[in-house]
């Protein structure tokens, strides 16, 4: 599978954007260079089109989405920097491969078109958890198309099961593409954390960010449930998915970052592909 250039994880703290934490931005530093460094490295690969997947589209209990519009465009204008915009064009094409492979698998996928959007009263646009990682590969030079991915409340295996659905259409596609899955991780770091404080937060990172580094999902199935309760996170679903795409290909770490100064945790993984295990 030589198309696909390179998967990561991303955080999606709307401060990364400069417009946004301006001062601020110095105090995840690592993690701004981390990203920088995950988008110079997944443009290198010269990607046609970036796959991206969010907890913070339109989720829905028992389906994954994905967003059916020519072109997405969002902004930081909730977080008081409407100045910051994007704007992407859709690949349709490898969106009609995802939902057949889906159909195959049985993954329950939902299209967000302007009519169901409307229906459900949800914006069609680029949520934050894809606006800021987009931000980054924006800045480094990418101007290709995407395909804006909204995570479901699956269960764990469905969500890997629904990676290797999306890395199957990506291998049906005559184009070079790049895969980020969007998520944080515990937001229950320290005691002034968004979500409380818990003890076990650091070590549900600490687990978390070990299984992906060494694409070890078996273990991250095997993950105490309670651990996870406990950890407020809302970017394992988003990994079991990136675990999915690179499942079955020789995935080399190229790219590993954490802090979690804000008392939620920001990890930075990437991976080159090298093709086919």
Not at 78 to 83: E, L, M, R, Y
Not at 131 to 139: D, G, I, R, S
Not at 184 to 197: E, I, K, Q, V, Y
């Amino acid at each position: 599978m030589d198309n696909l250039v390179g998967c990561a994880l991303m955080p999606h703290p709307p401060l990364m954007v400069p417009e946004v934490g301006k001062n601020e931005l110095i105090q995840i530093q690592a993690t701004v260079d981390a990203a920088t460094r995950v988008a110079e490295l997944l443009k290198e690969g010269n990607p046609q089109t970036v796959v991206i997947i969010t907890p913070h589209g339109p989720v829905f209990e028992d389906a994954v989405t994905v967003s059916i519009h020519p072109r997405l465009r969002g902004n930081m204008a909730q977080f008081g920097a409407p100045d910051a915009t994007l704007g992407f064009e859709t690949d349709n094409l490898l969106i009609k491969h995802i939902i057949r492979n889906c159909q195959r698998l049985g993954i329950n996928l939902t299209e967000m078109t302007d009519d169901t959007a409307k229906n459900y009263r949800i914006p069609l646009e680029l949520d934050h958890g894809a606006f800021v990682p987009l931000y980054y590969l924006a800045k480094a030079g990418f101007k290709g198309q995407i395909v804006h991915l909204s995570m479901g409340m699956l269960a764990y295996e469905e969500m890997y099961t629904f990676g290797k659905a999306v890395q199957s259409a990506i291998s049906h596609v005559d184009k070079r593409v790049a895969v980020i899955a969007s998520g944080d991780l515990s937001h229950r770091l320290t005691p002034d954390a968004p979500a409380g404080f818990s003890p076990k937060g650091a070590e549900f990172d600490r687990q978390l960010v070990a299984a992906l580094e060494n694409v070890d999902v078996k273990t991250l199935l095997a993950m105490d449930r309670n651990l996870i309760e406990e950890a407020g996170e809302c970017g394992l679903r988003p990994v079991f998915f990136l675990l999915g795409i690179m499942g079955g290909l020789d995935a080399e770490l190229a790219v590993s970052s954490y802090e979690g100064p804000f008392g939620v945790g920001y990890a930075v993984i990437a991976f080159k592909i090298k093709g086919k295990k």
